[in-house]
Every structure is written in C-alpha cells, then in structure tokens.
C-alpha cells in the first residue's frame, strides 16, 4: 500500500493570506486527488491532478482558489488562496493504487487549516 | 441525485458485542463498495472492499455485505473493542478519469465501551 505524507499537519492563518499543502508518496502513482473535510461533513473531492496535465476540478471548486501543482508521480501540492474562514478544514491528499484488479484508495494523515 | 446515507447518530456498544453500521445509497449502481476507518485528526484508512456481485466479504474481526437489491450494505464488527472506536465511513465507486473513484458518505461514529 502507499504510504502519504503530508506538510503541514495544523496551520492557523489570516484571512486573505495563502497556504500551499505539500503531498509526498512512497511511491509513483499516476492519479493523485485533493480532498476537503469539513467538521462533520463527508470527503468532497476538491480536485484530481495527474502528472503532465491540467488538475480537472470538481462543481463549486476553481483553480484560482485551489491551484495545484504535480510536478512528478511522487509529489503533489495545493494551495489555499485567499483564505476566508470558510476555508477552515481538513485537507487531505490521496492517491489510487491498484491492488489485483481493483483500485484502492490511501489518503495521507490531513492539513488542518483555521482560519481566523 | 445521487445520495449515500449512513446513520448521523453515534453507535454505542458494549465491549465484546457485536457493532453493525449501515450504508445505504440511492440512484447509484456501483460496480463496488469500500468501507474506511478514520480517526479523529486523521485520513480515512482502507478496510474492505465488496463488489456488486459478492454478498459477502470477511476479514478478521470484520465483515461486510452488500445487497444490490435493498441497496444497501452492513459493516460488522464481531467481539468489538474499546479500540475500535472511530467513525467509519462507506464509499461508493464513480467512474472518474478511466479509474474508479470513491464518493464518501458522512460516516458513523462506533464506540465501544469497557
């Protein structure tokens, strides 16, 4: 199985400020994907960025609020723009690997973003 | 619009009783489901997997069913442990990109007392 890191695990930022969210995997993945999680809430797809193309964006989400990097099959980053305190949430990277025929997904240990 | 629903309300239970969630899910047909465990202040973690065609899947403690018809599916813990309290979470595939990406429900809470 993958094993995820993420950078930073907790942040505390101003409103109007930018956060850029590091992902690191063990190993090299064609498809990596952004995910929110909001107190309470389920997983929301933020976006899904594969290596050597254009991040494709789910409904509600913009890359001039998320945009992300994938530079390699191995590293990923999002970033926060513009914070507001509606952006206060977990942020979690994962990645697909397949395991026989089937596709499971592993995710990294989260952001957790406050903003004030 | 697709839905998938899980209880909001925490389960409690006993120590060594057996814990069952549930998942249910409308105007979906997916090819198979995943259940997660997450922890708070953590990622989701992979549990199982059961395809459409499986009505049941055992791992260890663990086991899953997954009735197309009901549209539904059981997550069991069997002999359950203070340990093993966390929210779980069900996940349905969609076809996303040439893979099969998983949409999350909301999750239930499990936990079990000494």
């Known amino acids: 199985s993958a094993v995820i890191s993420q950078k930073p695990s907790r942040d505390i930022c101003q409103r109007g400020t930018s956060l850029t969210i590091q992902c690191q995997v063990d190993?090299?993945?064609?498809?990596m994907f952004w995910y929110r999680q909001q107190p309470g809430q389920s997983l929301t797809l933020i976006a899904t960025a594969n290596q050597g193309s254009e991040a494709t964006y789910e409904s509600g989400f913009v890359i001039d609020k998320f945009p992300i990097s994938r530079p390699n099959l191995t590293f990923s980053t999002l970033t926060v723009s513009n914070m507001s305190p509606e952006d206060s949430s977990i942020y979690l990277c994962s990645v697909l690997d397949r395991v026989g025929v089937t596709d499971t997904q592993y995710f990294g240990p989260g952001t957790r973003l406050t903003v004030l | 619009s697709q839905k998938i629903e899980q209880n909001s309300e925490a389960l409690n239970i006993q120590e060594g009783k057996t814990a069952t969630l549930t998942c249910n899910y409308t105007n979906y047909s997916p090819a198979y489901l995943q259940w997660y465990r997450q922890d708070p202040g953590r990622g989701p973690v992979f549990l199982l997997l059961i395809r459409e065609n499986e009505k049941e899947k055992r791992k260890e403690r663990l086991k899953v069913t997954f009735d197309t018809t009901l549209k539904q599916s059981l997550f069991h813990i069997t002999a359950s442990q203070p340990a093993d309290s966390a929210t779980y979470l069900c996940?349905?595939?969609?076809?996303?990109?040439?893979?099969?990406?998983?949409?999350f429900g909301r999750g239930t809470s499990l936990i079990v007392h000494p």
């Open positions: 190993s090299q993945v064609t498809m």
């Open positions: 996940a349905l595939d969609s076809f996303l990109g040439g893979s099969y990406i998983p949409t």
